[in-house]
């Protein structure tokens, strides 16, 4: 069975043993050959995603330079793309975008080949995936459960074995509910940091474009390339790196009087288990009371942030147009249990809106407290799951139930990584890291490691491959952060190559370096050096090297360039490469452009 985790497909690509037009024409055989059909609302031509794949091909040469190439992957239908209609799970409300959001435009540069759109809780409002008139994707385990929501359809596809990453959004957990459901990663950047520009919103303040994948290391590569400032996104954020953790961390767990896992004992067995997990890697668990996070979740649905929802479809939901004239072109394809809680948000004033600011900020001021204690919370990403009977049956409440643990996360300002934790009565579940604003990386570096401790030989979704190897820590050799001329691209990055040095990761340094342009030098390099009032994160790419080919890469490093003691922005610390103080006397500080590659791109 072909492999397209990410990491898999670039070693493919570049022992030459599969092309990217191979890799397309397998996508598609899967997706005819699915038993699922309700995961797609629609598709790119097949034989324009070939020619994607070909234009590719001829263009090997910028393999390198693309850390996405020939990498299949999908979109949720609230995401905009030039060629397909945004539909955001409703016929009547679709139309044909003129460009691609942000996010799949920045995919596409990086060589990614979109396959299509997935199917959704209707205007993202859910987290069963039952809400939808283009079907419900089930569950890969059970046809009887179901998928998780809102990004129910993105989930599947992963799961299955379909795209080897998807981008879905989340405002309450739906870019983690259904990767605990699916058996795979669900990634929730902090808020802003990746550009929701050409995404149909839902609560637009809160809204992010999430990422569903194999692994954290996947995930990772993902958010690399869609991370970054949009001007045109008001929502936007400048990225700050924050680390995570030291080398000892603590992590919250929930007291006994937090604990409500609906009476699904197994779903609290493996929590008990992803605690365990953790402690062996090194973490201390402090128990700590959920409440102060669950009246934030709860402002989500019973506060003034519902009548975001009516801002945003409102019009739609209610049969008028722009100008609130009723329209007599609506199929009736609105989803009774959607309409109900959109409508709900014409309940909430003004002044609503500000008590319920004034509430969260309280909270929040409260939950600052839990964070002067731990490092990160690991929490369950749901108590439990359902039938899709049951959903049936109590819509409202039952969906509630699932967003317990989640619902809190955008509206606090955190990041959150959801990971597979095992498996109970054959059906998946997950726990999920949440951190801080911007300690991202930390959270997918952590994510990854109790991802690969917690679950007993961990699988791909519901396929049978085993996941790649770790992006982010355990592989034997040495960790070389680079900054400069030897990133992929540059003119001295085949002093890796050809020494077998394998790219780790791209991430960058804490947010206390300073980046300077060396005169002088021939190709063109930077310095870089710790700054002790201040700085900003450096973006840098750490290899991996084996002990012999790190000896002579080292021993060809001129001066006034060094190798010493680099600190990422997740608390490690890799060798790298340092300036000698000396060097600087005469160097342009260039910090502001955060990497070599920003800088050589204003300089050109």
Not at 20 to 43: F, G, T
Not at 474 to 502: C, F, Y
Not at 516 to 524: C, R, W
């Amino acid at each position: 069975m072909l492999d397209l985790q990410i990491s898999v497909l670039q070693e493919a690509y570049a022992s030459g043993t599969t092309t990217p037009e191979q890799v397309v024409a397998e996508v598609y055989r899967r997706i005819e050959a699915c038993s699922d059909q309700a995961v797609w609302i629609s598709l790119i031509p097949p034989e324009d995603a070939a020619a994607a794949a070909q234009a590719l091909s001829k263009d090997g040469d910028q393999r390198e330079e693309m850390p996405l190439f020939g990498v299949p992957f999908a979109i949720k239908d609230n995401i905009d793309c030039a060629e397909l209609p945004t539909t955001a799970g409703c016929p009547s409300y679709a139309y044909t975008p003129g460009d691609d959001a942000t996010a799949v435009a920045r995919l596409r540069a990086a060589g990614a080949i979109l396959i299509g759109k997935t199917n959704l809780d209707q205007f993202a409002t859910g987290l069963v995936g039952t809400r939808s008139p283009y079907g419900s994707p089930h569950s890969p385990f059970s046809e009887e459960y179901i998928s998780g929501g809102s990004s129910s359809g993105s989930a599947v596809a992963v799961a299955r074995g379909l795209v080897s990453f998807a981008l879905g959004t989340d405002t309450a957990g739906s870019g983690r509910v259904p990767a605990s459901f699916n058996n795979i990663v669900g990634y929730k950047p902090t808020r802003g940091i990746g550009s929701t520009k050409g995404v149909v919103p839902a609560c637009r303040t809160l809204d992010c474009v999430s990422v569903f994948a194999a692994t954290c290391g996947d995930a990772a590569v993902v958010k690399k390339v869609i991370e970054g400032f949009d001007a045109g996104d008001p929502y936007s954020r400048v990225l700050d790196v924050r680390p995570l953790h030291g080398a000892e961390f603590s992590f919250g767990v929930l007291d006994e009087g937090s604990r409500n896992f609906m009476a699904d004992e197994g779903a609290e067995a493996l929590y008990d288990g992803a605690i365990k997990a953790l402690k062996r890697l090194g973490g201390v668990p402090v128990e700590f009371d959920y409440t102060p996070f669950r009246k934030a979740a709860e402002l989500l649905y019973a506060g003034p942030w519902v009548a975001e929802r009516y801002a945003a479809i409102g019009r739609h939901i209610d049969g008028k147009n722009e100008n609130d004239e009723p329209r007599s072109d609506l199929a009736g394809d609105i989803d009774p249990v959607v309409a109900g809680i959109v409508r709900g948000g014409l309940s909430s004033s003004a002044v609503d809106a500000f008590l319920g600011q004034y509430l969260l900020a309280d909270l929040r001021r409260t939950i600052d407290q839990t964070w002067n204690q731990v490092d990160v919370l690991l929490l369950p990403t749901t108590p439990t799951t359902y039938r899709k009977d049951e959903i049936a049956a109590d819509p409202v409440s039952l969906n509630a139930n699932l967003g317990l643990y989640t619902n809190f996360v955008n509206l606090t300002d955190c990041a959150a990584v959801a990971v597979p934790v095992g498996f109970r009565n054959g059906l998946p579940a997950g726990a999920t890291l949440v951190g801080p604003a911007f300690t991202d990386e930390g959270l997918l570096s952590l994510g990854d490691k109790l991802h690969r401790s917690a679950s007993h030989e961990p699988r791909v979704g519901a396929t049978d491959v085993p996941l790649s190897p770790s992006l982010a820590g355990g592989s034997q050799g040495i960790e070389l952060a680079v900054v400069g001329a030897h990133l992929v691209g540059q003119p001295l990055n085949w002093q890796l190559t050809s020494r077998g040095a394998k790219l780790k990761e791209a991430t960058h340094t804490t947010g206390n370096y300073n980046l300077f342009a060396l005169a002088n030098t021939k190709p063109a390099k930077p310095g870089l050096a710790r700054s002790v009032r201040g700085g900003v994160a450096i973006e840098v790419e750490v290899w991996l090297l084996s002990d012999e080919a790190f000896g002579s890469f080292t021993a060809e490093v001129p001066a006034p360039l060094a190798i010493g003691n680099v600190e990422l922005a997740d608390g490690r610390w890799v060798k790298g490469f340092v300036c000698e103080p000396w060097a600087l006397v005469d160097a342009d500080d260039i910090s502001k452009f955060g990497g070599w590659r920003a800088y050589l791109a204003d300089s050109q």
